[in-house]
């Protein structure tokens, strides 16, 4: 008997909306992952039962988990779909895997697994997630810089805004303001550059504030889910070092 996978997923058709389930059963494929089932979904979108329903809705782009976009709860567990092989993922049930997809729950809904993750941008900008330079020519070479630091500095850099951390941190909740580890990792990133660091006081003040580093609980669950590997613990650690030197400095006078 040829295997199948069995796809139960969480239907929306707009924020506000009541949520319902609609499970499809499309015909397994060697190294298939979970965009590539739903594909097999969207082109005959009938639900176990026999009903014609419209075919779900999801975010992808580069397929190669680079973008970030296919953010969803699998199994329970927040990660790319991209990457989410249904030999990994899937509850094996005789010939069948089972897998069951969910919109992440940090997010606003758009429709079925879209959620909205503006509220990652705007981190951003709250955090100056930039480096300040008027203009573009050549700066002539940059300062030397420690190769750990630089080492850190890459790692760092490979967050693609995907949402994983925040899915996954307890803190990141209706009852608390805090902006979570994504924003705290992106300031230590351009804290550390020779160029961006000229902005770290704003950061600081920033992450000082109730929305900053000390609602962390230190759950750690956010390095846990990362996609990309990105030392998330080890930035909150730093940036509270940061902090705590920056306010200290602060109520001696030696900053304005």
């Known amino acids: 008997m040829a295997a199948t996978i069995r796809l139960k997923v969480r239907r929306q058709r707009t924020k506000g909306e009541d949520s319902h389930w609609d499970t499809f059963e499309v015909p397994y494929k060697e190294n298939m992952n979970v965009i590539s089932?739903?594909?097999?979904?969207?082109?005959?979108?009938?639900?176990?039962?026999?009903?014609?329903?419209?075919?779900?809705t999801w975010e992808a782009a580069c397929l190669e988990e680079v973008c970030g976009a296919c953010s969803m709860v699998i199994n329970g567990g927040v990660?790319?779909?991209?990457?989410?092989l249904v030999e990994e993922v899937g509850h094996k049930v005789g010939d069948t895997y089972e897998i069951t997809l969910e919109p992440m729950t940090k997010?606003?809904?758009?429709?079925?697994?879209?959620?909205?993750?503006?509220?990652m941008f705007?981190?951003?900008i709250k955090v100056r997630?930039?480096?300040?330079?008027?203009?573009?020519y050549d700066?002539?070479?940059?300062?030397?810089?420690?190769d750990h630091v630089r080492k850190l500095r890459y790692e760092l850099s490979r967050c693609m805004t995907c949402g994983c951390c925040l899915e996954a941190c307890p803190q990141v909740n209706e009852k608390t303001l805090f902006v979570g580890p994504q924003a705290i990792g992106q300031?230590?990133?351009?804290?550390?550059?020779?160029?961006?660091?000229?902005?770290?006081?704003?950061?600081?003040?920033?992450?000082?504030?109730?929305?900053?580093?000390?609602?962390c609980g230190n759950a750690q669950n956010c390095v846990k889910v990362c996609p990309k590997e990105v030392p998330?613990?080890?930035a909150i650690a730093e940036i509270n070092r940061q902090t705590t030197v920056y306010k200290f400095k602060k109520w001696l006078g030696l900053i304005g």
């Open 187 to 215: 300031s230590l990133l351009f804290n550390l550059h020779p160029v961006g660091a000229s902005l770290s006081g704003e950061r600081l003040d920033y992450l000082t504030s109730e929305e900053g580093v000390t609602n």
């Open 79 to 84: 990660r790319q779909a991209c990457t989410a």
């Open 37 to 56: 089932a739903l594909m097999e979904v969207r082109k005959t979108p009938k639900t176990v039962e026999g009903k014609e329903v419209e075919p779900p």
């Open 107 to 119: 997010f606003p809904i758009v429709r079925d697994l879209i959620v909205d993750r503006s509220r």
């Open 139 to 146: 700066r002539g070479m940059a300062p030397p810089q420690d």
């Open 232 to 234: 998330l613990t080890v």
């Open 122 to 124: 705007e981190a951003l």
């Open 129 to 136: 997630g930039w480096v300040p330079i008027d203009g573009s």
